[in-house]
């Protein structure tokens, strides 16, 4: 059966124009709701698991072959970063570009691997089990799918991942992992104009700590701290008691995880009369391209030359649900679609890669034993 690009975009709009922002649980859920029926018609067994703490529900679907056995895990994320309405049309086509929220990052990628899916149970060429995981809360770092994705992990074989193509449509081999931290300064309320002398400023001293911070950055060693945003104090008039910074940390092994996760959370005032508190901690670990990924790769570049395109691979920094599986099962990440400008309000993807990176999807999972 032949399907084009036009006949994924018709499907994947409803997903993009179901605007999903991570904290939005009913938005969320509204997107969870078209998967789930888009799956069922095509025959899946899908299971809705309860969100908790103030987070969206997951999906767990289930192909109708392949018995019990050790199988494919595909991951998927619905979540999305900006808030509805901030891009303007949820989905907008300008030639071979299609904007929205999610479009690339991963609604996109998820719709190639159920298209891919479709088209195996209507041919009847599906192979091993295959099971796909559907989260709602990878953008704020899987605290409530974690211990989903690696139970499911215990049950596979091998690991999809379709999250965005990097630098040209490569595939993702390794990551950097991922630290999300919480840093809260407390300092002395007073009033700035009778008694400014008395108080102490947290946002002053946040500010200290925060040329700290980002001073811990070290290209060479491959880390980098930032503090992606602050808040603090009550009014214009009143000495700030207290700020808030969260920090995002990228690093390239594990040593250098331990390292600075105990640099962060050993921030001491660098002040008087003030008390700072750290919370948070490692939120994806970081991976590299073991033996099993790599021979995984190779198969997978042996289908794109079949399909008709070069497969290259990269190790990349933004985080991904694969990272908590790849120390310990073959995993390919990056495979969804190609385009630019993820977390942006210029997020895109490219047209003419969907076919080409669907059938890939589609030939990993007919081919995988």
């Not at 920094?317 to 310990?328: P, Q, T």
């Not at 309000?345 to 890939?360: A, D, F, K, T």
Request: glycine share 14%.
């Amino acid at each position: 059966m032949t399907v084009t690009a036009e006949d994924i975009l018709t499907g994947l709009r409803p997903w993009v124009e179901a605007e999903s922002p991570t904290r939005e649980t009913q938005a969320v859920n509204r997107v969870m709701d078209l998967v789930a029926a888009d799956y069922r018609g095509i025959g899946f067994a899908v299971e809705r698991i309860p969100g908790r703490d103030g987070l969206a529900d997951h999906l767990r679907a289930t192909a109708p072959w392949g018995g019990e056995g050790p199988g494919i895990l595909v991951l998927c994320h619905v979540d999305t970063v900006h808030g509805v309405g901030a891009m303007g049309p949820a989905f907008r086509r300008e030639g071979d570009r299609v904007y929205g929220p999610g479009v690339l990052d991963m609604k996109g990628g998820g719709f190639l691997a159920f298209t891919a899916l479709r088209l195996m149970a209507e041919e009847g060429t599906g192979g091993l089990q295959v099971r796909v995981l559907i989260t709602g809360d990878e953008e704020v770092g899987s605290p409530t799918a974690r211990a989903l994705i690696e139970a499911e992990g215990e049950r596979a074989r091998f690991v999809l991942v379709p999250e965005p193509a990097r630098n040209g449509g490569r595939i993702v081999t390794g990551r950097r992992g991922v630290g999300r931290y919480g840093v809260t300064v407390h300092g002395r309320a007073a009033h700035s104009g009778i008694a400014h002398a008395e108080g102490r400023s947290a946002i002053a001293e946040m500010a200290r700590q925060v040329l700290k911070i980002e001073a811990m950055t070290d290209y060479d060693r491959g880390v980098t701290l930032n503090v992606g945003r602050i808040e603090g104090g009550t009014t214009d008039n009143t000495v700030p008691e207290w700020c808030r910074a969260r920090v995002d940390l990228r690093m390239d092994d594990a040593g250098l995880a331990a390292e600075f996760d105990a640099a962060l959370k050993a921030l001491a005032p660098l002040a008087d009369g003030f008390e700072i508190e750290v919370q948070g901690g490692i939120t994806r670990p970081p991976w590299r391209k073991t033996p099993a990924i790599q021979a995984l790769f190779a198969h997978a570049q042996g289908l794109a030359a079949e399909i008709g395109f070069d497969l290259k691979d990269i190790h990349t920094g933004g985080g991904s649900d694969g990272s908590f599986l790849a120390a310990r099962l073959p995993v390919l990440d990056g495979l969804g679609v190609d385009g630019a400008g993820a977390h942006t309000l210029e997020e895109h993807l490219y047209v003419s890669s969907l076919v080409p990176r669907m059938r890939l999807l589609k030939r990993l999972m007919e081919t995988l034993a």
